[in-house]
């Protein structure tokens, strides 16, 4: 149980197109879901919270315009990568939370991003 | 602000020699403590976690313990094998927030 899905796994996309990625809970309702960013040999960086119905909450240097993030239903959040630059370039990572009894974040599988 | 380090970043062993990797927080006020694996290109698998009112949690070969007064936590992997390779990242929950803050994890290779 408590499966978490992203799509797409890996994308390569033109500079200043945009890029959508899907995170979904595949068996239990998440009240919140997490992005994280990690380049290359840093850590895992949290990007924001967002909880269903409601805006996100940005991390401190992450521009909410840039990188919107839909979180409409209790099992999917969308992370969309706006006019996307090469500095954009990273591994995204979902994480959900909402299993009864437990605030334990159940992470995806991750989508590389490259921006040529 | 929680700052979470892990020594060494990179651990190179032969099959079956019994291992440990540090992880450092600097604030004591951890809510809770988790043991990460993640394999390159891919997503977190969570291995233990740790309560704050918990010293040690063990999962098969694996150990973890959490000492807050140190502000320190230790993964101990018994009899490690080369499906063990891996990058194992620390993270830690603040008290009264959500958020995980990870250290940047330490590469551990084990060799046949």
């Known amino acids: 149980g408590a499966v978490v899905s992203q799509h797409p796994s890996r994308v390569i996309c033109k500079s200043g197109t945009s890029v959508k990625i899907e995170c979904r809970s595949l068996?239990?309702?998440?009240?919140?879901m997490f992005w994280y960013r990690q380049f290359p040999k840093q850590s895992l960086m949290l990007m924001a919270t967002s909880n269903e119905g409601s805006k996100a909450t940005y991390e401190q240097g992450v521009e909410k315009d840039k990188f919107l993030i839909n979180h409409a239903s209790l099992t999917l959040s969308t992370l969309t990568v706006t006019s996307a630059h090469p500095e954009d370039s990273s591994f995204y990572i979902c994480?959900?939370?909402?299993?009864?009894?437990?605030?334990?974040?159940?992470f995806g599988p991750g989508t590389r991003l490259t921006v040529l | 602000k929680q700052e979470v380090t892990q020594i060494p970043a990179a651990l190179s062993v032969p099959e079956g020699e019994n291992l440990v990797l540090n992880c450092s927080f600097t604030?004591?006020?951890?809510?809770?403590l988790q043991w990460f694996r993640q394999d390159p290109g891919k997503g977190l698998t969570s291995l233990l976690l740790?309560?704050?009112?918990?010293r040690e949690q063990t999962s098969g070969r694996l150990n973890a313990s959490l000492d807050k007064s140190s502000g320190r936590s230790t993964l101990y992997i018994a009899a490690s094998q080369p499906g063990d390779s891996a990058t194992y990242l620390c993270a830690g929950v603040q008290g009264g927030s959500e958020k995980l803050v990870f250290g940047k994890g330490t590469k551990l290779t084990v060799n046949p």
């Open positions: 994480s959900a939370s909402g299993v009864a009894g437990t605030d334990t974040q159940y």
């Open positions: 604030d004591s006020a951890i809510y809770n």
């Open positions: 068996d239990f309702q998440a009240t919140t």
């Open positions: 740790i309560q704050s009112s918990q």
